[in-house]
């Protein structure tokens, strides 16, 4: 009798712990990426009335099965439905991800500072240091770095994706390499036809992202065989100031930029703001040095009077030779020293002319020493400013189109297709511009000709350069690869999220915050992960996995547990009965 209240007892107890396990499964209906949990019963143990007996020839009996009574039920087993994905859930969210399994159940890796989790809820933003965290714990996810050297992707020990950190905030500048003209050519155009030509702009960028226009101006040269010139007229930076006219100042040389023996006209002044031109008939006066035209260098002296004097020494220039000499110069430095008579000296100076007018050695090669020459190609001072000219051919290419037909045959030599501008000379932020021609053509155009530069080849897709772009979104591809963009037209790959398998899911343990640890029957985690796509899964941006709880099966198991519950107390109550009724037998 007593054994019948002990086994529904164990039976009210296991099927409460069912209910328990339903309960949370409903509980959890909409948890993010929640798994269910199904509850089997196992027996306890029997008492064995009588053992079994075989059968005995001798006696003509046959065997006897064992006589045992059950003791009860526990909990067999709490199986997680670990491996059972959940509904999909559309949110927008490029930052939301689900994983889809192909062969493996996936899980992300995400660690809480001591220890490395599991997890399948994909709600994840970017927290205040810039790391890919779960929206709900703040747990960082882990995955794999990018390479810096080679800007790929180094599958080893996954580590925290900081993927806003301030490296990531801003993506390089790219300097342009390629450039494209199009459009129609009109010979009628009066542009074309003019002194200056039609003027066409090609915006570029430095390695530094720094913008520059090269300014080329477009003359017909032969209307009757459809030949033009293009000629590179100057470079300006963003405050419109000649890059050109800085160069040659600066002791450069053009005349190969654009491929050509030939120099633009160009000014350059004399480094030294201490000297001076002084033109025939300056109101300078013989007492303060004055010799006729030329260049003077500048001083100052005081008399006993007390006053400050400016004067003039004359600077012998030897062209032939590039030298010039400033001679030593006696003054008084100050108002005492004139007063006291004692003088001091300004040390005798020598230089070169090209430095002195920061010129090339071939531009002086070509000066005339004549103030008011009109040669040319010949350099000459202007006798106003004291400025060095150099008037050159310009620096231009032959464009020459089909009479036939109008279309484009070369540029700059038959066969040719393209030109090269050859910034490099400018300096080391300057990149060589390759400059393609192809596209374009003669034709009657109503006397309006359409030529225009743009950056790039392929629709501006190769060699267009970029500025220094700004981090203006992120985005997650099918396979990990978290990408960010920038509002110069870079995606750059920062990084990758990793995945964990096991070799049963199942046997991980649930620590509760949608997350998972290994145990000794799950299998343990290299440390490393996987990709995801390796078997054919994938992450999904913009959907979340939902919980695969079904209610309509745990409806049903409530039934059926309740029933169970109350079948084991009426055992009780029946068994109850009965030993009431033995004890009235002693009445």
Known sequence: MMRSLFSAVSGLKTHQTKMDVIGNNVANVNTVAFKSTTTTFSEIMYQTVSNASGANAATGKGGVNARQIGLGVTTGANKVRVTNPGSAETTGDAMDLRLTD???TNFFIVSNGSQNLFTRAGSFYVDGAGNLAMTSTGYTVMGWQVDETTGQIKKDTVSAL????????TSPPEATTKGTVAGTMDKNDTDVTSDDGYMMNLNFYDKLGYVYQARFAVKVTDPDTETF???LADILDSNNVSVLDKYLKDGGDVSSIFGQNTFEIKKSFPKDPNIAYLPAGSTVTAAQGYQGAGHYYKYTTWNTNGDEIEMYKKINIDYANNTYEIPEITRYADQ???QNNTPSTIARKTGTVTEMFGISQEQLNAYDNNPNSTAVPRGVIDPATGEYVFTGPAVNYTLKFSKEN????????????????NLGQLGENFADIEIDFSTCRASDNGGKTTLGADPGWNKGTIGKGKALGAMIGLSISNNGEIYGSYDNGNTVLLGQIAVAQFANASGLEK???NCYTTTLNSGEFDGIGVEIAADGSSMISGELEMSNVDLSTEFTQMIITQRGFQSNSRVITTSDTLLEELINLKR
């Open 102 to 104: 192909k062969v493996s």
């Open 162 to 169: 900081r993927i806003m950190q301030e490296k990531n905030l």
């Open 229 to 231: 010139t293009v000629e």
């Open 336 to 338: 005492e020293a004139a």
């Open 406 to 421: 109008g279309e484009f045959e070369y540029v700059g030599a038959a066969g040719s297709k393209t030109v090269t501008m």
């Open 511 to 513: 620590v509760g915050e």
